[in-house]
């Protein structure tokens, strides 16, 4: 049973989706992930701008004019999203938390998939995999993967992006796209990332939240670690103590996925996703 508040943030995140699909993210995700190939569709009569190389000499010397083949891009793709909720993923100092965060933007992904017939599943993880919905079509199974993504609450605390990984391969047995949504606050996953590489499309969208970043001199502060339930106190005035109290910083995350040949967006949770995913799409359009 859905409690009153998962309704209504399933509702808000619909809102603000649809509203963000209408700025042509859609297409964006269409260009940047292509499909397998492209199928014949039709043959019909050259137009003034067809390509010249499209022209089907056998059917155009029959017809004693000019016709071109036509075709349509096979698609066929599967998107599958891996989402943190780990401890940390609790954590927000601004406007959202990083799950909040993550729901929004995995529910853009998800629609833009459906939007370009794509088929969508999901892998919740922590410490271990909380929830997996197997990648299906259209827009009701996208909705399912949101209300997931807001209701489920998960066992594990801590993060294994290496279990997570794990799980994708065995579960994802062509190949397809897999975007990775977390605070990437683990280690020793690289291997497990680069093996993961060499079968899928695998983007890491990073999400950092500014104070993670930033940490104030403050003098002597009592903090908890979200994933293990620890608690200490520490000196923020030193400069090596707010040095060693950063979370995973963003370069080295991005080294790490540097080196497994894996594409990463860092997301500060305090500012709006749409248009950096957009210049991200974009940007590995160009290259590509």
């Known amino acids: 049973m859905l409690t009153r508040e998962t309704l209504e943030k399933i509702r808000r995140i619909q809102i603000r989706t649809r509203t963000i699909l209408d700025t042509g993210i859609v297409g964006s995700y269409h260009a940047v992930f292509k499909g397998r190939g492209m199928e014949f ?9 067809d390509d010249v190389r499209d022209i089907d000499w056998n059917v155009t010397a029959r017809m004693g004019a000019p016709f071109v083949k036509k075709y349509v891009e096979e698609r066929d793709l599967t998107l599958f999203l891996l989402v943190d ?6 954590f927000g100092s601004r406007f959202l938390l990083k799950r909040d965060y993550a729901a929004e ?4 992904l998800a629609f833009s998939a459906v939007a370009n017939n794509d088929r969508v599943g999901a892998a919740l993880f922590t410490d271990r995999v909380e929830q997996y919905v197997p990648p299906a079509g259209g827009r009701e199974h996208a909705l399912r993967i949101v209300r997931d993504l807001i209701a489920v609450e998960p066992e594990g605390r801590g993060t294994s992006l290496e279990e997570a990984f794990a799980f994708t391969r065995r579960v994802m047995k062509r190949r397809g796209i897999v975007a990775v949504i977390s605070d990437f606050q683990d280690a020793g996953y690289e291997r497990a990332l680069g093996i993961l590489r060499r079968r899928h499309d695998v983007i890491a969208l990073h999400l950092w939240d ?4 930033e940490i104030p001199a403050a003098g002597l502060v009592a903090l908890e670690d979200p994933e293990t339930g620890g608690r200490f106190v520490v000196d923020t005035s030193d400069p090596g103590v707010r040095r060693r109290l950063r979370a995973v910083t963003l370069e080295a995350t991005r080294e790490t996925c540097r080196r497994a040949a894996v594409d990463v967006l860092p997301l500060s949770i305090a500012e709006p996703y749409d248009r950096p995913l957009t210049s991200f799409f974009r940007a590995r359009e160009r290259r590509r």
């Open 105 to 108: 933007l995995a529910a853009v």
């Open 85 to 90: 909720l780990s401890g940390s993923q609790r």
């Open 210 to 213: 500014p104070r993670e970043q």
């Open 41 to 49: 569709s039709e043959v019909r009569e050259y137009q003034p701008g």
